[in-house]
C-alpha cells in the first residue's frame, strides 16, 4: 500500500537520551518534512528537504537533524532529548511536480520525554 | 508576519451545513489547503485552492478569496463521522505551509 510510515508509533524517553524517528515514503516523492503538532499550536515545520542530498531548517529546528541520503528516507534524530520536545511528530511528503505541492502525512509517532 | 487564523472549536446539528473560516497573511502566496484530522490520527488532505472562488467536491466545498486573505471550508450533510479538527494551511512564496491550530468541529446528533 502506498504511503508513508513512521516508527516508532510512540515512545517514552528519558530527557538526555538521543533518539531517532523513522519515516519512510514510497510515493518516489521528491520533498519531505517533519512536523511537531501540539495541543493548542498549528503544525510546526522541523526541518523539510526538498530532494535527496539536500536539507533545511524549519521554525522550530533547534535540537533536531534530519537527513536525507535517499528519496525514500527522512530519520529525524534529537541528539539530546528535553521534555521540550515532548509533542506529536508526523512526518509528509509532497511532490512539487504535480502542480499544486499537496504534503501526505504519515501517522505520526507520540513522544514523552521525561 | 505570516499567520493564519481560524476558530477553535465549533458544534453543529447532524445534517445540518456548517462553514469553517480561515483568515490568512503569507509572504507571497502559493495556495490555500484544509485538511481534516480525527483525534489521534494524522491529517488528511481535503481541498486546494490557488484562484478564487468555489471548489465543491461531493459534500465538502472550499472557498477562496485572495483580495480579502479569506477562505472558507462548507461542510453540508453533516454525519456524525465529520467530527474532528479542519486545519487551514497557507502555502507561502517558498512554499511551505503555513498552519492554522485548526478548528475542533463537534457533531451532535
Known amino acids: 500500500i502506498a504511503g508513508i510510515t513512521q516508527a516508532p508509533t510512540s515512545q517514552i524517553l528519558a530527557a538526555g537520551r538521543r533518539m531517532t524517528l523513522r519515516c519512510t515514503q514510497d510515493?518516489?516523492?521528491?520533498?519531505m518534512y517533519w512536523y511537531r503538532q501540539d495541543l493548542g499550536l498549528g503544525l510546526r515545520l522541523i526541518h523539510y528537504?526538498?530532494?535527496?542530498?539536500?536539507?533545511g531548517k524549519g521554525e522550530v529546528p533547534d535540537g533536531y537533524s534530519v537527513s536525507r541520503a535517499n528519496t525514500d528516507d527522512f530519520p529525524l534524530t534529537l541528539a539530546s532529548a528535553v521534555p521540550s520536545q515532548t509533542s506529536v511528530y508526523f512526518c509528509?511528503?509532497?511532490?512539487?511536480?504535480?502542480?499544486?505541492?499537496?504534503?501526505?502525512f504519515g501517522p505520526g509517532t507520540r513522544l514523552t520525554v521525561l | 508576519g505570516q499567520n493564519i487564523d481560524q476558530p477553535t472549536e465549533m458544534t453543529a446539528t447532524e445534517g445540518a451545513i456548517v462553514q469553517i473560516n480561515c483568515t490568512y497573511q503569507?509572504?507571497?502566496?502559493?495556495?490555500l489547503f484544509w485538511y481534516q484530522q480525527h483525534a489521534g490520527e494524522a491529517p488528511t488532505f481535503l481541498s486546494y485552492?490557488?484562484l478564487d472562488g468555489l471548489e465543491e467536491k461531493g459534500r465538502f466545498s472550499s472557498f477562496l478569496s485572495r483580495s480579502k486573505g479569506y477562505s472558507y471550508l462548507l461542510l453540508k450533510e453533516l454525519q456524525m463521522k465529520d467530527s474532528a479538527s479542519y486545519l487551514c494551511?497557507?502555502?507561502?512564496?517558498?512554499?511551505?505551509?503555513?498552519w492554522g491550530a485548526g478548528t475542533k468541529l463537534i457533531i451532535k446528533p
Open positions: 494551511a497557507g502555502m507561502d512564496s517558498n512554499y511551505q505551509l503555513i
Open positions: 503569507t509572504s507571497g502566496f502559493n495556495g
Open positions: 509528509a511528503s509532497s511532490e512539487p511536480g504535480d502542480g499544486t505541492d499537496t504534503q501526505y
Open positions: 485552492n490557488v
Open positions: 510515493m518516489r516523492h521528491n520533498a
Open positions: 528537504s526538498n530532494t535527496a542530498g539536500t536539507t
